[in-house]
């Protein structure tokens, strides 16, 4: 039984913080992921703790992007595999992209927990926990510089969302387009990707999905023509301004 | 060993991360806990993660509205104790503050992990866990509303770092003053407190014994008039306005 009163104010984040940390407890969040969580409820409060029309946009593009892909991989972390790993795997169908376990924090039963998660979740195929098609992604140190062959490592799209700054700039440097989920407008991740979606992954994702319905109709032209029209850097900068925008507002309502 | 490599951009960060990670593990923070903390990082992050002249002001003013309370309590919680338990204890000391632990998510393991590390770094004694002289506050719900009858329910100021904003509202109900330490410059904590201390409790909490020190020499009419001359919802709403310099000063560079 939660222990969170109905009468607080902020019932509503404290129960999604309830599902993150029913999933330290399944195993599959790391301690650092819940920290990490509490980052984003942060910036989620300065969005307004809502899907912005700049958020939609970007899924729009991230959309057109994942459709035009030919080897599209999804990694999936702990975070993620708490909050929506049934929604992660009816993108990974919907768009016939591979999901792929990468961590941050590398642990092996950590790892089988997700794999296992995933796989209940309808995922046929996970990759990330087979040494022998493993291999090593340049630019970045030891323990996260690992990848699958037949996953990231050939994929031309990664989408990875709620990742670090450090893997995300690897990623890059490989040659990867990558598409990211990143509530912190400011962040190395979000300025690294070719696509930010500002948003919490828990509201964007279902969008980001039905968003892949909705154009997989689309040719190839104009698919081009959606991304070419996305800037990301002005998509965050705007996303900057909402956020002093509701800090004029909620100031003055405080 | 940590695993955090060294030539990470955030190290930092995920050093101070480390730490409340380790206070979780010895059974002194909740999970819940982790999560609070990342929310403050997020916060310092905006603030420019340094001790503002802002901050500085309110801690001025809490060391004086400290020296002039009659019953003055430190209400302890779990981040508390694993981030910074030597300063609290130091801070009772220098002010004569009694020290009582009260927990937003009760747990009595984690209280007497709580009143050990405590007693470990100085206390002689720690309020909270006795259950003969335990009262209730109004106007909060059962589970949170209990405190010491010589603690927290006789005392005239109360500082309470890194506390809910349900319970610093009990707080003020029962006519306490209430000094507080909040990273969140629009949180109902901050806007319910009489003195807030929009800064990092670990940087904070030392130059507010420092001021306590220096203050301790002044008399009652000048103690006063440093209170009566900060005005915290000004002082709040220029946190605010920093948020937004330092936001507009970071997506320029971004």
Same mark, same amino acid.
């Given at each position: 039984?939660?222990?969170?009163?109905?009468?607080?104010?902020?019932? %509503?984040?404290?129960?999604?913080?309830?599902?993150?940390?029913?999933?330290?407890?399944?195993?599959l969040?790391?301690?650092?992921?819940?920290?990490?969580?509490?980052?984003?409820?942060?910036? +989620? $409060?300065?969005?307004?703790?809502?899907?912005?029309? @700049?958020?939609?946009?970007?899924?729009?593009?991230?959309?057109?992007?994942?459709?035009?892909?030919?080897?599209?991989?999804i990694?999936v972390n702990g975070?993620i595999a708490a909050?929506c790993p049934k929604e992660i795997v009816k993108l990974s169908?919907?768009?016939?992209?591979k999901l792929e376990v990468?961590?941050? $924090?590398?642990?092996?039963?950590?790892k089988q927990a997700i794999i296992k998660m995933l796989k209940k979740s309808g995922a046929k195929e996970v990759l990330g926990s /087979?040494?022998?098609?493993?291999?090593?992604?340049?630019?970045?140190?030891?323990?996260?510089?690992?990848?699958?062959? /037949?996953?990231?490592?050939?994929?031309?799209?990664?989408?990875?969302?709620?990742?670090?700054?450090?893997?995300?700039?690897?990623?890059?440097?490989?040659?990867?387009?990558?598409?990211?989920?990143?509530? *912190?407008? @400011?962040?190395?991740?979000?300025?690294?990707? /070719?696509?930010?979606?500002?948003?919490?992954?828990?509201?964007?994702?279902?969008? @980001?999905?039905?968003?892949?319905?909705?154009?997989? %109709?689309?040719? %190839?032209?104009?698919?081009?023509?959606?991304?070419?029209?996305? +800037? *990301? %850097?002005?998509?965050?900068?705007?996303?900057?301004?909402?956020?002093?925008?509701?800090?004029?507002?909620?100031?003055?309502?405080?």
């Amino acid at each position: 039984m939660s222990l969170i009163p109905k009468s607080h104010p902020r019932a %509503k984040s404290l129960f999604i913080r309830e599902k993150l940390v029913k999933g330290f407890e399944n195993g599959l969040v790391a301690k650092e992921g819940l920290l990490a969580q509490g980052r984003g409820e942060a910036f +989620d $409060y300065l969005l307004g703790e809502k899907t912005s029309r @700049l958020a939609k946009n970007a899924i729009r593009a991230a959309a057109a992007q994942l459709l035009l892909a030919e080897r599209p991989v999804i990694s999936v972390n702990g975070n993620i595999a708490a909050l929506c790993p049934k929604e992660i795997v009816k993108l990974s169908k919907q768009i016939k992209a591979k999901l792929e376990v990468n961590l941050f $924090y590398a642990n092996k039963t950590r790892k089988q927990a997700i794999i296992k998660m995933l796989k209940k979740s309808g995922a046929k195929e996970v990759l990330g926990s /087979n040494p022998k098609t493993s291999t090593k992604l340049d630019g970045i140190d030891s323990a996260r510089r690992i990848v699958d062959k /037949n996953g990231i490592f050939a994929a031309d799209v990664v989408v990875v969302p709620l990742e670090d700054g450090d893997r995300t700039m690897a990623l890059r440097n490989a040659g990867k387009i990558v598409i990211t989920f990143d509530l *912190n407008p @400011l962040s190395r991740t979000s300025h690294t990707a /070719n696509i930010t979606i500002v948003d919490n992954v828990t509201r964007g994702i279902d969008l @980001l999905i039905e968003e892949c319905k909705k154009l997989s %109709k689309r040719n %190839k032209d104009s698919l081009q023509k959606i991304i070419y029209n996305f +800037d *990301n %850097k002005k998509n965050l900068a705007e996303n900057v301004i909402q956020i002093k925008n509701n800090l004029t507002r909620r100031a003055r309502i405080a």
